[in-house]
């Protein structure tokens, strides 16, 4: 059974960091595409970052630079690493992941905005206060 729980969300302000993990059971997340994605009240849900089975990461421009995506296989999780907080990086953040891994043959690539992954945490919020 795929499973994807995200934790590490809070409260921050702007300027601060925080550090969201995703641990995935069920499969190995390192064959997988995986990603981050986000919604703010009132908005629809955006993709943040996606990395492929090789490694190839996609960012959303509006968090380039600032955040971090990256996996550890040893403990089958995903994480993002968020510096310079920003009001408008508020939202409920997703971990998604689907078994077409590769960023080309798989169509990793598309992922960040097509979010045609096949599986969803539940989300974990973060609010960045001005």
């Known amino acids: 059974q795929v499973q994807l729980v995200e934790s590490g969300g809070g409260s921050v302000q702007a300027g601060g960091s925080l550090r969201l993990s995703c641990v995935a059971s069920g499969f190995t997340a390192s064959s997988y595409c995986m990603g981050w994605f986000r919604q703010a009240p009132g908005k629809e849900r955006e993709g943040v970052v996606t990395?492929?089975?090789?490694?190839?990461?996609t960012y959303a421009e509006s968090v380039k630079g600032r955040f971090t995506i990256s996996k550890e296989n040893a403990k089958n999780t995903l994480y993002l690493q968020m510096n310079s907080l920003k009001p408008e990086d508020t939202a409920m953040y997703y971990c998604?992941?689907?078994?077409?891994?590769?960023?080309?043959?798989?169509?990793?690539?598309?992922?960040?905005?097509?979010?045609?992954?096949?599986?969803w945490g539940q989300g974990t919020q973060v609010t960045v206060s001005s």
């Open positions: 998604a992941a689907d078994p077409s891994g590769r960023y080309l043959f798989g169509n990793c690539r598309s992922r960040i905005k097509d979010e045609r992954l096949a599986y």
């Open positions: 990395i492929s089975s090789e490694g190839i990461t």
